[in-house]
């Protein structure tokens, strides 16, 4: 057997309510909700498990034969769709896999039909997710190979790589530094943009922690990118500021604070939920998976560079408040200048009449 998995996820909007769009989708389309299946129920939590739901599949000619793949959606309520294109063969192996693999070189031809894919979602699910967005070009994409008997003499670096060069050793044993096992039979070797499984039965749940961690990825770099936005617009409003009089620069400088405050919180609250995707409690080997996936996908950068930038946030608007309260002190001052001159005024004036 022989699984060939290509996956892209896009971001679609702040936050979805997943109860209300599966009634929405229901009356359409066959929905169910994700869960994983080899585990107990405690040692994977998921708050709120994805929304999955196929959808028709498609066939692409490839060297002269076609192929044809199953399409799967899952629906994330970070704000996530993520599209999976699937070609399996029950009596498959993994050289079979790795022609196969070669045919679709870093997911090349795909293209159209992800695009074609996540348009047709959009528009049924556009009236049911608020701030919804829509960009085809900003994407994570990934590759699952899934064999089902282990062979020592096959070599998975050449197709996690789509390389049939020579391979220099460091580079192999950079691939295969990745490897994990929880049995003589099984294998995981995990890259930044493909993983290769061998399973007896079939990985279901280590496909669904590649996919959550790709996910994970995804939302931090939509944020970070999210974050340099605000941050350019947030350095040209107090520029734009500056120029203005002092009374005219205070107002502005309140309304830049308001909006930072907001970005801040709205940001922070969905990272913490992003990076609470998922919790792997109790299955040691499940919870190396993900941390693995994690690192090499470089979770870790992104999310400091996210909180860096959520930092420089805060450290803006405890200085535009700083600003404020110095103005709004020197403001009570010169009113309490003028109430001692206006009093010293009055005292003279009586003064001088009597």
Not at 5 to 21: A, P
Not at 85 to 103: I, K, M, Q, V
Not at 105 to 114: A, C, E, N, R
Not at 294 to 306: A, N
Request: glycine fraction near 4%; proline fraction near 4%; hydrophobic fraction near 40%.
């Amino acid at each position: 057997m022989f699984a060939l998995r290509f996956y892209r996820m896009y971001d679609i909007g702040r936050e979805v309510d997943l109860t209300e769009l599966e009634q929405a989708l229901t009356k359409s389309y066959a929905t169910a909700r994700a869960g994983f299946v080899r585990v107990r129920p405690k040692s994977i939590i998921m708050e709120d498990p994805p929304l999955a739901i196929r959808m028709q599949p498609f066939v692409i000619g490839r060297d002269g034969r076609p192929v044809e793949f199953s399409v799967s959606a899952r629906i994330y309520d970070v704000g996530v769709i993520s599209f999976c294109f699937t070609c399996e063969d029950p009596d498959g192996n993994a050289a079979g896999l790795e022609r196969l693999g070669f045919l679709f070189p870093h997911q090349d031809g795909l293209d159209g039909y992800f695009v074609q894919y996540l348009k047709t979602m959009g528009e049924l699910i556009r009236p049911h997710i608020r701030n919804f967005t829509l960009n085809p070009d900003f994407y994570e994409d990934y590759t699952i190979y899934v064999t089902g008997r282990r062979d020592e003499s096959f070599d998975p670096v050449p197709l996690l790589l789509n390389d049939r060069t020579a391979i220099a050793p460091s580079t192999r044993q950079d691939i295969l530094a990745n490897t994990l096992s929880y049995t003589p039979d099984d294998l995981a070797v995990i890259s930044w943009d493909a993983a290769f499984l061998c399973d007896v039965e079939y990985p279901a749940d280590i496909i669904d922690l590649l996919e959550f961690a790709n996910v994970q990825v995804l939302e931090l770099r939509y944020y970070d990118r999210e974050l340099t936005r605000q941050m350019e617009k947030m350095y040209d409003d107090i520029e734009g500021a500056e120029r203005l009089s002092q009374y005219s620069r205070m107002r502005r400088y309140h309304a830049i604070m308001a909006v930072l405050m907001e970005t801040q919180a709205e940001i922070s609250e969905t990272i913490e939920k992003v990076d609470n995707l998922i919790k792997v409690t109790e299955d040691v080997y499940y919870a190396r998976v993900y941390a693995t996936a994690l690192r090499v996908l470089r979770s870790g950068q992104w999310s400091e560079s996210v909180n860096k930038k959520i930092s420089v946030i805060r450290e803006t608007y405890a200085m535009l408040s700083d600003e404020v309260r110095i103005q709004h002190s020197n403001f009570l001052e010169w009113v309490v200048i003028i109430l001692i001159a206006i009093e010293i005024g009055f005292a003279v004036w009586e003064f001088f009449i009597r």
